[in-house]
């Protein structure tokens, strides 16, 4: 059984990687963006699985996903992320994802996920597509939200900008906005108030 993981961030292809790989038979190939991961396609022929960063270079959305499922012969593809919206994921699934997993995902419940996914089945985590849209007692715009959502994942502005496909300066103005709406003091306190009102 082959896999292809293409991620930009090392440390989370990596271990995502080691961690199938020590616990399914199966080899995986890894790549750091969409072009080395459809060239990795091309030259290898489809895979049984092919798990797609949503956020990283060369995805353009989700034009990535339908060019990486037609060139993977219509075999399994599905997305992974650490930022995504509900309506993303449902937009992947209805393009043909098999699949959508949020990076915070725990290790044995991925491994579960990919071995459902490689039979043939569709997985989204239940309580990320049906349970109640997330709601703050704030007035804060869907892209402040992901940010927020950044921050109480303890990420610098840099590593939040990746994650959305943003400058770090558009993240920087959208914290300033956040923490004004919220009365908070700074982003650790965004981070703690976010919490306290079960928005993490």
């Known amino acids: 059984m082959r896999i292809l993981i293409a991620d930009d961030h090392h440390l989370v292809r990596e271990t995502i990687g080691a961690f199938i790989e020590a616990k399914m038979d199966v080899r995986v190939e890894k790549a750091d963006n969409l072009t080395e991961a459809c060239d990795i396609v091309e030259r290898d ?6 798990l797609l960063d949503y956020d990283m270079p060369g995805m353009d959305g989700l034009n990535g996903l339908k060019r990486m499922i037609s060139l993977n012969a219509d075999r399994p593809v599905a997305l992974l ?4 919206s509900r309506r993303i994921a449902e937009t992947a699934l209805a393009l043909g994802a098999v699949g959508f997993i949020p990076k915070t995902m725990n290790a044995r419940s991925m491994v579960l996920a990919v071995r459902f996914m490689v039979e043939g089945e569709v997985f989204a985590p239940f309580d990320f ?22 921050i109480c994942n303890g990420w610098s502005n840099k590593e939040i900008a990746r994650e959305l496909a943003v400058h ?21 306190h965004a981070a703690m108030l976010a919490r306290e009102n079960g928005f993490s």
């Open 168 to 188: 770090e300066t558009t993240v920087k103005m959208h914290v300033r906005a956040l923490t004004k709406k919220m009365n908070a003091k700074n982003r650790t």
């Open 45 to 50: 022929g489809a895979f049984d699985l092919v």
């Open 81 to 84: 992320s650490g930022a995504a």
């Open 129 to 150: 597509l049906f349970g109640e849209a997330e709601q703050t007692p704030w007035e804060l715009t869907g892209r402040e939200k992901d940010v927020l959502q950044g």
